[in-house]
């Protein structure tokens, strides 16, 4: 982390980018994530500024200078982890059950018909050599039209899943998921983002003020007085 502090627009928009991940039909917890990303923009210029102001001003002791900084940092971040922790909370929530939901698409059909061609495509699949299994789904995947149960078969059966490589496992699941649920998929992918986001943001603000604002000495100033 760079030892720089700035409060421009060009600067904040480098270390704290807004939330790429755009809300889809009035997804709430995507639209809050933005929005505390916003804040911690916004809350690390308040505490740069307040810093300089206090700092410059020559009528306080060094102690009360540094005191009074680091009692506003204190205020702006304990306001900002409240606002990131709710955000969090309530996208991580909606990914989990939006995961939920994704994992039950890949049981197992319940129409009789469905499932024993379901059975039968795990069993050719499963007698293959993982060579020829991988080129089996990749030219599935590849072919517009393809018929996607038999992508089902191949990603939804634990003891057909551990015979693939986990990246590839990961990856044909995501394209089965795409293509039958995108709604869902896309709602997991979004949040997903926007949560990795948020939380590089709130710990870039954390970590920002932590190098400006001197809180142990701070403290020390602040027991020497009681």
């Not at 505490?47 to 205020?75: C, G, I, P, Y």
């Not at 089965?176 to 939380?199: F, K, M, V, W």
Request: no cysteine; aromatic share 6%.
């Amino acid at each position: 982390m760079s030892a720089v502090m700035r409060s421009d627009a060009q600067y904040l928009a480098a270390i704290w980018p807004s939330v790429s991940a755009p809300a889809v039909d009035g997804e709430y917890p995507v639209s809050q994530l933005h929005g505390a990303q916003e804040r911690a923009r916004k809350a690390w210029g308040d505490v740069l500024a307040n810093h300089n102001r206090r700092m410059a001003d020559q009528t306080k002791t060094e102690a009360a200078r540094v005191v009074e900084s680091a009692k506003f940092a204190r205020t702006i971040l304990e306001a900002q982890r409240a606002t990131y922790t709710e955000a969090h909370d309530n996208a991580a929530n909606t990914l989990r059950v939006t995961r939920e939901q994704l994992l039950r698409k890949l049981n197992p059909p319940s129409d009789p018909g469905e499932a024993v061609l379901y059975r039968e495509m795990r069993e050719t699949l499963r007698g293959m050599k993982l060579g020829e299994r991988i080129a089996a789904i990749e030219a599935v995947v590849n072919t517009v039209g393809s018929d996607l149960r038999v992508l089902h078969a191949a990603v939804s059966g634990p003891a057909l899943t551990a015979l693939l490589p986990p990246d590839l496992a990961e990856r044909y699941t995501g394209v089965y998921h795409g293509a039958t649920s995108p709604d869902l998929y896309g709602r997991a992918s979004r949040l997903s983002i926007a949560l990795e986001e948020a939380q590089t943001g709130f710990q870039r603000l954390e970590e920002h003020v932590s190098q400006m604002v001197d809180f142990q000495q701070a403290k020390a100033y602040e027991q020497a007085a009681a």
